[in-house]
């Protein structure tokens, strides 16, 4: 089982929807999770960090779920802008370390 | 806002040849990251430093090696390029491990 998964999309969804991803980790020791950004030939750039209660920037809300290992990305009425690959990354500390493990992405395409 | 500078958004060079890639950040972190990206892959981590002179081998090290002589600056090296090191080099860098990690704009390195 890969450390951390993601549905690699594309999701191709229209102006004004809601759309969601999920990401599964696989160590339950993992301490900290984030959610990236990265258009196309560019560099990832954070999109928020996610928190044990959930969290909420705008139209985005971030909720982990420990029990089942998953994070997840909520999309609130998604604009063209939003078009991009969302990477979920994933913190353990391991052997003295911060051990960081990157999705692979889910691609995001809006579409007028 | 952190900043984290790479020294060439693109770069050619042959096989066999030694190539440098430099990074630097303003904002006195501690770590300091080499990943490649390839589609399908995802982002592999190559090197890590947690300080000065420090390194750790990432998942993928072979081919390269790093240098880290000041705190601000990490250098990635492949010794003899080979074809299969064309790719996407991104530098990152964050104060603690549990933060989130801020990337460099990318080099985007073909080997011919």
């Known amino acids: 089982r890969k450390e951390v998964e993601q549905d690699p999309g594309p999701f191709n969804v229209p102006e004004g929807a809601t759309v969601a991803f999920n990401c599964t980790y696989s160590?339950?020791?993992?301490?900290?999770f984030f959610w990236y950004r990265q258009d196309c030939r560019k560099e990832p750039k954070l999109l928020m960090s996610?928190?044990?209660s959930g969290n909420e920037d705008g139209r985005f809300t971030a909720q982990l779920n420990r029990a089942s290992q998953y994070i997840s990305l909520l999309i609130r009425d998604s604009k063209l802008s939003d078009s991009a690959t969302y990477l979920c990354?994933?913190?353990?500390?391991?052997?003295?370390?911060?051990?960081?493990?990157f999705g692979t992405g889910t691609k995001l395409q809006v579409i007028p | 806002d952190v900043k984290v500078t790479q020294s060439s958004r693109y770069l050619v060079k042959r096989t066999g040849e030694k190539v440098f890639l430099e990074c630097v950040q303003d904002?006195?972190?501690?770590?300091m990251f080499w990943y490649r990206q390839d589609p399908g892959l995802g982002l592999r981590l190559i090197y890590f430093?947690?300080?000065?002179?420090?390194?750790e081998k990432g998942d993928i090290p072979e081919g390269y090696s790093v240098s880290r002589e000041k705190k601000e600056r990490f250098s990635l090296i492949l010794e003899s390029a080979s074809t299969n090191q064309t790719s996407m080099y991104l530098c990152?860098?964050?104060?603690?491990?549990?933060?989130?990690?801020?990337f460099g704009d990318g080099t985007r390195l073909s080997i011919l």
């Open positions: 160590n339950s020791a993992s301490q900290s």
């Open positions: 904002m006195d972190h501690e770590n």
């Open positions: 990152a860098s964050t104060a603690t491990g549990s933060q989130p990690q801020h």
């Open positions: 996610v928190y044990s």
């Open positions: 990354v994933v913190n353990l500390n391991s052997g003295g370390y911060q051990k960081v493990t």
């Open positions: 430093s947690y300080d000065v002179k420090m390194k």
